[in-house]
Structure formats: structure tokens, C-alpha cells
């Protein structure tokens, strides 16, 4: 295997395009409980870009490999198939890039830190990894994703040591429950597929349609608990309208069918573009207005 070869699928493997989904809640996060940008902000952002992600997904894909090899979805976006020379190669690439970080972060944090970090890697960890791979555990699987989103946000809070008040709760669970919904609707493509593989999931386990509406329950409530959140965080509460727009179609999709939620599965992808965006502007009317 050349060199080149090897940190291309590593590259892959880490979704590129994802990386902004956990390095974003961190920093934000971080920088807005501290308002100063220091070298914990810069390492801790960097490692959720990179090596957080190349450990969740490359992981991920190691321990998915039959499952992918059957599963016509996997490229690009929604997934590599990672070659089997690359398998322990990812796995090592995974460790040794987290290790430093880590061993930074732990020693600027405080035990309450190093509790939230340790949480957040071990569900990074056996969200794929045997002998919990939670992602076949229905309803675990919905909630660990989420927790890979969340946590970052909580861990920069504590890191930070910010002041927890109910209106920041609320921040939290209302993306927490925005992540429970996202995974939700993104298990619904593979319904068929997932059956025939013999893997479990929260739509295998209450099919297509109601796991669709488990989704928008989790979205319209995620937009219920923003409007408890300090000012301008209410409005917040708006971005889960097209969300809500984008699973809607597929309320009462049949598990045959389940395959068709793929188109609204990418709208998802690209809608996140816009709600990262908005989310942005809000952060940056709260920073001014503080």
C-alpha cells in the first residue's frame, strides 16, 4: 500500500464533509463561554475536525464492512466502503491521531472535563465496536449518534467552565433531540436492506413509518425547547420547520418503500448547510449582544 494510497482512504474514511458537525459545536461552545481564542480552542477544535471524526466513521466503517459491501447506498456522502487491507491500518491511524490530543486536553481540563471527554470517546468507540455496537441496538443507536453531535458542545462548555443555567439546558436538549430525530430518519433508507443483513436498528424494530414519525415528534419538540433558550435563541426554534418540511413526505412511507426516503435523506444533507449558517448569525447576534 503506498502512502498515498493509505491517507486517501483515511481521508475518506473520516468524511470530510462532516467534519464541521463536531468541530463547530466545540468551538462555539468554547469560545463563546471564554470570548478569548487560546491555544485549548485551536487544539480542541482541531481535534474534533479531524481525528475525532476519523475515529467515529473509520471505526465505524471497519466494523460495517460485510454490511456495506451489501448496502447499494455506501459512497460519497452517505458512506465508504473501506477496502479490508485499510481495515487495521484506520484502526491504528484512529488511535494514534486521537492520543495527543487527548493527552492535551486532559491536562488542561478539570475531572469534570475529563468525565465528559471519556464519555463522548467511549460512545465514538462502541457505537460500532463489538462487544456493545450500539448502533444495532434500536433506540441506543438513535441516541449514541446524537451523542457524538451533542457531546463536543457540552464537553467545550465544561471545559470552558461555563455557568449552567436552564435556558443552556435547553440549547442541549433541543440538539440532542434534533440529533435523535436525524438518525432516526437517516435508518429509514435502509430498512430492507439492514432486515436482509440481519442487522438490527430503531426502523427494523418499529418499521418505517412509525420510526419517520418518532422523527418529526423529535424535531418538532427539538423547536419547543429552543424557544426556552435566552434571546435570540427562539428563533432558533424556525430551523426546525424545514426539517420537519423535509421528513413530512415520508410519514407513512411502507417498509417496501423505505429506500424512497433517500431523496429527502439528501435534502437533509444539504439543508444542515443552511441551518449551520443560521445558526451562525444567531450566535454572532448573541456574542454582540451580551
Not at 480542541?44 to 465505524?60: D, E, K, R
Not at 466503517?61 to 487495521?88: C, I, M
Not at 470517546?121 to 451523542?147: C, G
Not at 438490527?200 to 424557544?227: D, E, K, P, W
Request: proline share 5%.
Amino acid at each position: 500500500m503506498s502512502a498515498v494510497a493509505t491517507i486517501r482512504q483515511l481521508l475518506v474514511a473520516s468524511r470530510p464533509v462532516s467534519w464541521v458537525n463536531t468541530a463547530y459545536p466545540f468551538a462555539a461552545a468554547y469560545l463563546l463561554t471564554t470570548r478569548e481564542i487560546d491555544a485549548v480552542l485551536i487544539v480542541g477544535t482541531l481535534f474534533f475536525l479531524i481525528p475525532y471524526n476519523l475515529a467515529m466513521y473509520g471505526i465505524n466503517d471497519v466494523f460495517d464492512y460485510e454490511s456495506d459491501l451489501r448496502n447499494p447506498r455506501k459512497g460519497g456522502a452517505h458512506g465508504a466502503v473501506l477496502d479490508r487491507r485499510f481495515h487495521r491500518i484506520t484502526l491504528w491511524a484512529a488511535g494514534l491521531s486521537c492520543a495527543p490530543f487527548v493527552a492535551f486536553l486532559v491536562a488542561v481540563g478539570s475531572p469534570a472535563s475529563w468525565l465528559v471527554l471519556a464519555a463522548s470517546l467511549f460512545f465514538v468507540v462502541f457505537y460500532s465496536a463489538p462487544p456493545l455496537r450500539l448502533k444495532e441496538r434500536p433506540v441506543a443507536d438513535s441516541v449514541t449518534s446524537s451523542i457524538h453531535f451533542f457531546s463536543p458542545a457540552v464537553y467545550g462548555l465544561v471545559l470552558a467552565g461555563a455557568t449552567w443555567t436552564w435556558p443552556l439546558a435547553a440549547i442541549i436538549v433541543a440538539f440532542a433531540l434534533w440529533g435523535v430525530a436525524s438518525h432516526a430518519f437517516g435508518a429509514v433508507q435502509d430498512v430492507v436492506a439492514d432486515r436482509e443483513a440481519g442487522i438490527g436498528s430503531i426502523a427494523t424494530a418499529f418499521g418505517a413509518q412509525r420510526t419517520v414519525r418518532l422523527a418529526l415528534g423529535c424535531y418538532a419538540l427539538a423547536g419547543l425547547v429552543m424557544l426556552a433558550a435566552s434571546w435570540p435563541g427562539p428563533l432558533a426554534a424556525l430551523l426546525a420547520v424545514p426539517y420537519l418540511a423535509t421528513v413530512w413526505p415520508y410519514r407513512s412511507v411502507a417498509d417496501a418503500d423505505a429506500a424512497t426516503a433517500t431523496r429527502g435523506w439528501d435534502r437533509f444533507l444539504w439543508l444542515n448547510q443552511f441551518t449551520g449558517f443560521a445558526v451562525t448569525l444567531l450566535l454572532i447576534w448573541y456574542a454582540l449582544g451580551a
